[in-house]
Structure formats: structure tokens, C-alpha cells
């Protein structure tokens, strides 16, 4: 069974950066899409970025673009998501999920999660 760890949140001040990583264990991924998905307080889960199966493609929900930079390393399992410049509004806890094959920005489509990471930007 395959289950996604992530690590790296924390508390920073705005403007600071964080970076997450989600390490995968049970099956290699390689041929999964890996996204970040965020969760802030009475809201509904968003779409936050996702990698293609071979990482050669990204996409940003428009809050983070310019921000936020997803990778990927196969070798390791691992996904992680560079997060810069960040704002008060990025306060949120952060999933990583994978889904077999194409991308997805519907957080309804990914069949493996995290447990989450609490990311907390202080003003």
C-alpha cells in the first residue's frame, strides 16, 4: 500500500520561504502525477500545483504562480514544493497527492494522500 509523507511546514514570518516535501514508500510513482493541495480553516480543499508523471510539465493554481515551484525526483520518490515570498493568505494545511498518470487540478481524481503539513505565515 502506498502512502505519502510530507514534511517541512512550520512557521514564518511573510515574505520568508518554506519548503515541503512529500516522500512516497510502498510503490514507485513514476508513472504518477504528484500535486499539493492546500486546506486553510472553513474553506474547501484547493488545487495548489502538480507535475506531470515525468516532470516535464508543471502547473500552478494563479495564487502562487511566480511563488511557488513544484519539482520532482523519481529516484527518491519524492516530490517537494518551493514555496517564496509568502503571504499570510498561504496559511493553510498542505497535502501532497498522487494520481495514476495525467495531472489533475480536482483534488476528487487523486487516490493516494498525505496526512498534511501545517504551513502558518505570520503578518
Known amino acids: 500500500q502506498v502512502q505519502l509523507v510530507e514534511s517541512g511546514g512550520g512557521l514564518v514570518q511573510a515574505g520568508g520561504s518554506l519548503r515541503l516535501s512529500c516522500a512516497a514508500s510502498?510503490?514507485?510513482?513514476?508513472?504518477?502525477?504528484r500535486g499539493w493541495f492546500r486546506q486553510a480553516p472553513g474553506k474547501e480543499r484547493e488545487f495548489v500545483a502538480v507535475v506531470t508523471w515525468s516532470g516535464g510539465s508543471t502547473y500552478y493554481a494563479d495564487s502562487v504562480k511566480g511563488r511557488f515551484t513544484i519539482s520532482r525526483d523519481n529516484a527518491k520518490n519524492t516530490v517537494f514544493l518551493q514555496m517564496n515570498s509568502l503571504k499570510p493568505e498561504d496559511t493553510a494545511v498542505y497535502y501532497c497527492?498522487?494520481?495514476?498518470?495525467?495531472?489533475?487540478?480536482?483534488?476528487?481524481?487523486?487516490?493516494?494522500w498525505g496526512q498534511g503539513t501545517q504551513v502558518t505565515v505570520s503578518s
Open positions: 497527492a498522487a494520481k495514476y498518470s495525467r495531472a489533475s487540478y480536482s483534488p476528487a481524481e487523486y487516490d493516494v
Open positions: 510502498g510503490r514507485a510513482l513514476s508513472s504518477y502525477a
